[in-house]
């Protein structure tokens, strides 16, 4: 779910909230994204479900975004390019949720897991779609099959379509 950034984003409503909170209560996954839903938007019983707390900075812009050591986001770092890089809070993981990316040079979460036994969750205040794909394992591809994977019981593939001569 992507909420989207400053001067073009979607806040959650009280409705749609509880529509995604009992798909999670029914043992579902969710990747939320947003630059405002965090920390600006009003909070809802879904943001609760994400174990993520925030922490008010000074404006500052995301330069590169890197893995957290001990994660499956180890060893993955990503430039970062949007038309608008720059973010005035932090995520923090309430335990037992654990930080998966970092800001560079602040080393603080823009990322967070949380496995809740009965859903997962995955809350981000960095846009996927303005990680710059680096050399391997750094590219969206792996993150995504790393998310995926962290999420379970979730099957992606492709079918090849033999070809035909016209």
Request: hydrophobic share 35%; proline share 4%.
């Amino acid at each position: 779910l992507c909420l989207g950034i400053y001067y073009s984003s979607h806040e959650l409503t009280v409705a749609e909230a509880n529509i995604l909170s009992d798909y999670l209560e029914g043992g579902g996954k969710l990747y939320m994204e947003g630059r405002l839903t965090w920390f600006a938007d009003q909070q809802t019983v879904l943001h609760n479900m994400f174990n993520i707390n925030t922490e008010e900075v000074s404006w500052y812009e995301y330069d590169s975004i890197s893995g957290f050591p001990g994660t499956f986001t180890e060893g993955m770092n990503f430039d970062y390019e949007m038309t608008q890089p720059y973010n005035n809070y932090y995520l923090t993981a309430e335990e037992p949720a654990f930080e998966l990316l970092k800001s560079a040079p602040s080393s603080t979460a823009v990322m967070v897991a949380y496995d809740a036994g009965d859903y997962k969750t995955i809350g981000s205040n960095a846009e996927f779609g303005g990680l710059v794909d680096g050399l391997d394992p750094s590219t969206k591809i792996e993150l995504l099959a790393r998310i995926l994977e962290f999420f379970g019981d979730i099957l992606t593939g492709t079918e090849e379509n033999p070809s035909k001569e016209i």
